[in-house]
């Protein structure tokens, strides 16, 4: 069990329908079922924190780098989705595998969700609302002895002022209270020890691209190494 609270939030929630007249009955099945999807989703979350929590030092093992996107995802998707906020995704299907510590990276993926979503907020708020386009893209494919990951998204942009000390430690230009500057460092680090690179720019003037590169594990089959 995630926690106690949750425990009895999930307990068997059946005889809160019984004595129900027939117009409520399917309201109130409606409503414990979104209990249920909610429970399970917060049991994820919490089950998640636990991992991070517990690691120390990095794990390196043969992954795929779409399963952890997905997982990444899961776990961040449903405030992208209250906030109006579209993910496009375009993997590469078969992708070999990379060396990396699942959880960390995992980490890393979330880190860049949420400084897509700020920046997509910041642009709202120059902008006085939503506005057209407010997407995040999220690709992967094969180069050469590579895999490479894209997190595109249609915020405020990043300047070329400030491109260069963006994974420097304690860098921040979110307001007080809303960011400690140590995301994209320590996801910068995390990517490093992985045996790969990050790098961030602008998408033709709008939005943000931050962009990873992995070498390919060792003994990954040739035949996958396309270009």
């Known amino acids: 069990s995630a926690s106690p609270l949750l425990a009895i939030i999930a307990c068997d929630r059946k005889p809160l329908a019984q004595g129900v007249t027939f117009r409520f009955k399917e309201t109130l099945h409606k409503m414990l079922n979104k209990i249920d999807t909610n429970v399970d989703r917060a049991s994820k979350i919490i089950n998640h924190m636990r991992q991070f929590a517990r690691k120390s030092d990095m794990d390196l093992e043969k992954v795929q780098v779409n399963e952890i996107l997905e997982r990444g995802f899961e776990i961040f998707s449903q405030q992208l989705k209250v906030r109006g906020i579209d993910v496009v995704w375009n993997v590469q299907d078969n992708l070999p595998k990379i060396m ?58 990043i300047s070329d002022a400030i491109v260069e000390k963006l994974f420097n430690p304690f860098f921040t230009t979110k307001e007080v209270g809303k960011g400690t500057g140590l995301g994209l460092s320590i996801s910068y680090g995390i990517v490093k020890e992985c045996g790969g690179d990050i790098e961030a720019g602008s998408v033709n003037g709008e939005g943000a691209v931050f962009t990873l590169t992995f070498p390919v594990s060792g003994d990954a089959p040739a035949a996958n190494r396309g270009i």
Do not use: C, Y
């Open 100 to 157: 990396a510590d699942p959880s960390r990276l995992e980490q890393v993926f979330i880190n860049l969700l949420i400084n897509a979503r700020d920046a997509i907020e910041e642009k709202w708020a120059s902008h006085a609302g939503e506005t057209e386009d407010d997407s995040i893209t999220i690709m992967t494919r094969l180069r050469g002895n590579h895999v490479i990951v894209e997190v595109r998204d249609t915020g405020i942009g």
